[in-house]
């Protein structure tokens, strides 16, 4: 067994600037980062809310023909909330929402959306957040000064379930921020705005969004009375581009989005829900191919990358009986430039893997009558090799990649970028979250298989929605499942994963039998039923492998991928009925560590049984490249950086040495 540290050489590319890899951020999905917030004392904030509650002409303040112009500052510099017409309202637009018939509540202050330097007052405030509830697509055109967007259905936002944690969870903020809102103790106040709400005519969507904030009594709320469009213009800020994050006021002592670590192209809090919107006829094939491969980042070749690249401990003594396609590594060790060598390889080969999915991308994308378009493979053919068997070419292959129907359904995306193949997509035989007259099929999953390689099945998915937990569950019932491999060990607030407790659903009932915690993973037994029939089925949930990263510890990686073999094989002999896709394995959006998993998976497969096999293991043919070149014909962004690429050198050379005699 391997046993860290490993022997390593620190090496750069021979570039101009030096970038090491742990500075380099990537954005698969949003990440939690530490941050502090100061607030005003839970004693200052009561007395505030009690000093609002008492005051005589609060509900005078509702009618804005009779109210007198007040000063309602209940501490030193707090914001003028409540003041007379002064100038005439802004002609208004038609509501976009329904409106309702109910007031908001007494406790929720209206801030005159006429009055500049009352607006002014209130947002420059440093424990103030401005919340945006305008459809995204307004918001990112044009909106008040670094307000953040959470803009859901009505439909969600009056259901008593959707609680403020489901609210918070659905938007596109950042995490800190996320973490922040849902703290116990933290008192600071809300600014709520749509696009035209008055005292008298409140949207639905604002008059929702602001009962959440209400809830457990944490926030101040206010609401701006007249909406955007009665705000001054100097109030208002165009976006020509889409928001790097959720931004949050640079004066603001809540987390700032200076605070956060720049991703590659810094998409990655765009939300799965608010945010999700099709190309437009203009350019959409530029847009949608721009958007797509923001958050699917590569190595810059313009900036050096370090990597002290892991060497098993007995390396220098069975180094020579490498299977030929890793004799690189091999003939790098023991130089002074080692790592560098090896990085260069290694990142000349991922350049090739992205250059063909951009060429995959741009075909799906423009693909819109069923007919495969094939002039974008011309830069590829200038490069040598392509359309060779050893290097796949998307313009040469008999696949028509095209965006699948159903990727409307922005709810059950978890990223807006991510989204399946139509050719090898999973089809679902019911959707249960999506209740319509129409049969819906759709399921962000797409199958994976290389024959060459492995016998081996698996469907690669994202990890599933609180929206779509009935769907993830029909999809492994209908297509046999029998092993879940999850990836993914993020937190979510106030949500209990799918594998943690027992579930009903119409047609199918799940129950947890067995838990056993092993070193990295999560080893549980669980049965499925369906009507009369019981099936057996086996979870792993890794625990230790960072979003968008590698593990630490190789080993952990490999004993979890053994169990799983050992538990498959033992249902084989015991059940004469082998289920075709056996394997489900799922990250957060399913592309990034899915795909190093099933890489490992399936060439370690090839070591195991050589028999039938076109490819030889100990050959000259690279089995990780080709692996992720056919994995990305069936699934974007499988294996979705040059770190987790590098890995997957890492881990398969430990599997070959350890039992190398």
Same mark, same amino acid.
């Given at each position: 067994m391997i046993k860290p540290p490993?022997?390593?050489?620190?090496? +750069?590319?021979? +570039?101009?600037?030096?970038?090491?890899?742990?500075?380099?951020?990537?954005?698969?999905? $949003?990440?939690?980062?530490?941050?502090?917030?100061?607030?005003?004392?839970?004693? &200052?904030?009561?007395?505030?809310?009690?000093?609002?509650?008492?005051?005589?002409?609060?509900?005078?303040?509702?009618d804005r023909s009779v109210s007198p112009k007040l000063d309602r500052r209940p501490f030193k510099g707090a914001p003028v909330v409540i003041s007379k017409d002064t100038k005439p309202r802004f002609p208004r637009s038609p509501m976009s929402a329904s409106i309702s018939l109910i007031p908001l509540p007494v406790t929720v202050l209206p801030v005159d959306a006429t009055d500049t330097e009352a607006v002014l007052q209130f947002i420059n405030a440093t424990d103030t957040l401005v919340v945006d509830v305008r459809p995204f697509n307004a918001y990112s055109t044009l909106r008040l000064a670094e307000a953040?967007?959470?803009?859901?259905?009505? +439909?969600l936002l009056k259901r008593a379930s959707f609680d403020l944690?489901?609210?918070?969870?659905?938007?596109?903020?950042?995490?800190? !921020?996320?973490?922040?809102?849902?703290?116990? #103790?933290?008192?600071?106040?809300? !600014?709520?705005?749509?696009?035209?709400?008055?005292?008298?005519?409140? %949207?639905?969507? =604002?008059?929702?969004?602001?009962?959440?904030? /209400?809830? #457990?009594?944490?926030?101040l709320v206010a609401y701006l009375d007249g909406g955007f469009e009665a705000v001054d213009d100097s109030l208002k800020e165009t976006m020509p581009t889409l928001p790097v994050k959720s931004p949050v006021y640079p004066r603001s002592t809540l987390p700032r989005s200076d605070q956060f670590s720049d991703s590659s192209d810094g998409m990655e809090n765009i939300p799965f829900l608010t945010g999700f919107t099709l190309p437009t006829a203009t350019n959409s094939d530029?847009?949608? =191919?721009? %958007?797509? *491969? *923001? +958050?699917?980042?590569?190595?810059?070749?313009?900036? *050096?990358?370090?990597?002290?690249?892991?060497? $098993?401990?007995?390396?220098?003594?069975?180094?020579?009986? /490498?299977? @030929?396609? =890793?004799?690189?590594?091999? &003939?790098?060790? #023991?130089?002074?430039?080692c790592n560098q &060598?090896?990085?260069?390889?290694?990142?000349e080969r991922f350049n090739r893997l992205e250059a063909s999915e951009q060429v995959r991308l741009s075909l799906a994308i423009n693909n819109t009558d069923g007919i495969a378009q094939r002039s974008s493979c011309t830069?590829?053919?200038?490069?040598?090799?392509? @359309?060779?068997?050893?290097? /796949?070419?998307?313009?040469?292959?008999?696949?028509?990649?095209?965006? $699948?129907? @159903?990727?409307?359904? #922005?709810?059950?995306?978890?990223?807006?970028?991510?989204?399946?193949?139509?050719?090898?997509?999973?089809? !679902?035989?019911?959707?249960?979250?999506?209740?319509?007259?129409?049969?819906?099929?759709?399921?962000?999953a797409n199958y994976i298989h290389f024959d060459e390689l492995s016998d081996n099945r698996y469907i690669a998915t994202q990890n599933p929605l609180e929206a779509t937990n009935e769907d993830f569950w029909n999809a492994v019932w209908s297509n046999g499942v029998q092993a879940i491999v999850c990836l993914d060990n993020s937190k979510s607030l106030h949500t209990t994963k799918y594998y &943690?407790?027992?579930?009903?659903?119409?047609? !199918?009932?799940?129950?947890?039998? =067995?838990a056993e915690e092993h070193t990295g993973f999560t080893f549980r037994k669980i049965s499925i039923k369906k009507h009369e029939e019981v099936r057996t089925l086996y979870h792993f949930a890794y625990t230790d492998w960072p979003d968008f990263g590698t593990p630490d510890d190789l080993n952990t990686v490999v004993n979890m991928m053994k169990l799983k073999d050992e538990v498959l094989s033992q249902e084989r002999i015991e059940n004469d009925q082998i289920r075709s896709w056996e394997v489900l394995v799922h990250c957060s959006a399913g592309c990034g560590r899915t795909g190093c998993f099933i890489t490992l998976d399936m060439v370690a497969s090839l070591f195991e049984n050589l028999s039938d096999k076109a490819l030889d293991p100990w050959g000259s043919e690279d089995l990780i490249y080709k692996s992720v070149q056919f994995q990305r014909q069936q699934r974007i962004s499988m294996v979705q950086n040059l770190g987790q690429f590098i890995f997957c050198y890492e881990s398969v050379l430990s599997y070959i040495l350890e039992d190398m005699v």
């Open positions: 490993y022997p390593s050489i620190s090496t +750069t590319n021979n +570039t101009s600037e030096q970038v090491n890899s742990s500075s380099i951020h990537y954005s698969e999905s $949003p990440r939690t980062l530490n941050s502090t917030f100061d607030a005003p004392t839970a004693e &200052e904030f009561i007395k505030f809310q009690n000093t609002l509650r008492s005051t005589s002409c609060r509900k005078t303040s509702l953040i967007n959470i803009c859901l259905p009505s +439909t944690a489901h609210v918070v969870n659905a938007s596109t903020i950042s995490q800190t !921020l996320k973490d922040t809102l849902l703290s116990k #103790g933290m008192h600071f106040k809300i !600014l709520v705005y749509d696009q035209a709400s008055a005292a008298q005519k409140i %949207s639905l969507q =604002l008059y929702h969004t602001v009962l959440k904030f /209400l809830e #457990g009594d944490s926030f530029v847009k949608l =191919l721009d %958007s797509i *491969k *923001k +958050t699917l980042p590569r190595i810059d070749t313009n900036v *050096k990358y370090t990597h002290h690249f892991k060497f $098993p401990e007995n390396f220098a003594e069975k180094k020579d009986k /490498l299977p @030929g396609w =890793l004799r690189f590594i091999a &003939e790098s060790y #023991g130089k002074e430039n &060598e090896i990085v260069n390889h290694l990142n830069s590829l053919h200038d490069s040598s090799g392509y @359309g060779t068997p050893s290097e /796949l070419c998307p313009c040469c292959d008999d696949i028509t990649y095209t965006i $699948p129907k @159903g990727v409307e359904y #922005g709810y059950k995306n978890r990223y807006k970028n991510v989204w399946p193949y139509e050719h090898s997509r999973v089809r !679902l035989k019911h959707s249960p979250s999506c209740r319509t007259t129409t049969h819906d099929d759709y399921f962000n &943690e407790e027992d579930s009903q659903y119409q047609n !199918l009932s799940i129950h947890i039998e =067995l």
